[in-house]
């Protein structure tokens, strides 16, 4: 029997997942603001979820679970983009978009079942706050409307913060019209130069946080079963969201579940511009990245843990992948998921404990298992096959195989500096290099060019 753990950051505890309606259920999860190209921590949470997804069509049904990812279209960010670029708002957003689908679709994740666009729900948004302040949650202040945060009293149980932690965190505006310092907006004006709308409040934009209350609504209704995002989200975006959904419908609960997946490092570090390890998804992919081998990495560590990419990781995980789709070249899936596989997926998406069971298949020359299970988690899909060619270990050659010989002969006899020096020989020729058993074992990599071997002295 099928029975899913999830840890819900609102109870703080790992629950049986128990869908308020099995037939229909529901799941939201913070998209990208679509400004710029998504950098490789926005992809974590799309790989994460998309996992869950899987898990959710495997148990209820593809037909009985309902996805939705907004796009975050009007934003201050945007019209910041577009004036230093000197270009039109929905050419940028609608650019940002196709960017965004594409490189996801390149690490594998499916499209959700909805993928709305803020702009498009701008009367939902409005009725919402005429609600919110017509039940006295929200007030009108210099063209502006707040939401009153001391009228919910749950307001920071999600994070668990206090005032003074919540103030520090959400780098409040300090602003004379606030009747609290925490209290967020739902409604600006907007001057000629920025997009806007008509409002019972004068022409304006929404704030940040109404948008995901109100879409989650119209779509998913005023109960649903999961709502995920980056932990960085927590405060104040979800936080706000909590607040001003139920304020605005007493008689749901939102959402049944929080999840939030943890931050992404690179080699130990934050990301950062400044620090000069700040890449893009495309970065990686027009480097010769394959999307799969990211996707791998992203999996191979739990997502209630920090992740940490590095260069080792990635070469790793493309030999990994090029090992296995060797193996299981031309071999039917199997039908059924592995038990130990499975259950590992449905203990909170413990996705390392599933790739283990991967290796283990791999090891136990499990092959029709391998393929069948990997497929489940968006790997071995043979969409990517070019990225893995298959004819690497066949390769034979002369002086690439005394190269090789030389390389085991010198750690043999511990000598370490000629057996990198050869190591980064190979490695330079395009070829994913590691050692089994004291043996040196090579894969042609994605920028292998048999010429450079052929020109070898």
Known sequence: MTTIKLHNTKTRHKEVFTPLNPDNVRMYVCGPTVYDRAHLGNARPVVVFDVLYRLLRHVYGAEHVTYVRNFTDVDDKINARAAADGRKIGEITEETIGWFLKDMSALGALEPDAMPRATAFIPQMVAMIEDLIAKGHAYEAEGHVLFAVESYSDYGALSGRTVDDMIAGARVEVAPYKRNPMDFVLWKPSS????????PWGRGRPGWHIECSAMAYELLGESFDIHGGGNDLMFP???NEIAQSCCAHPEGGFAQVWMHNEMLQVEGKKMSKSLGNFFTVRDLLDQGVPGEVIRFVFLSTHYRKPMDWTAEKAREAHYILHRWRQATLGIKPSEKLDVNFLSAIEDDLNTAGAM???HLMARQGRRSDLLRNA???????EENDDFFPVTGTGLRHEKLDALVAERDEAR???????????REFLLGLGLIVSDANGKTIWHMGPDFDLSKVESLK
């Open 375 to 381: 497929r489940f988690l968006g790997l071995l899909d």
């Open 237 to 239: 975006h979800h936080e």
């Open 356 to 358: 283990a069971e991967l």
């Open 412 to 422: 043999a006899r511990k000598d370490f500096a000629r057996a990198d020096e050869i």
């Open 192 to 199: 000629g130069d920025l997009p806007g709308w008509d409002s």
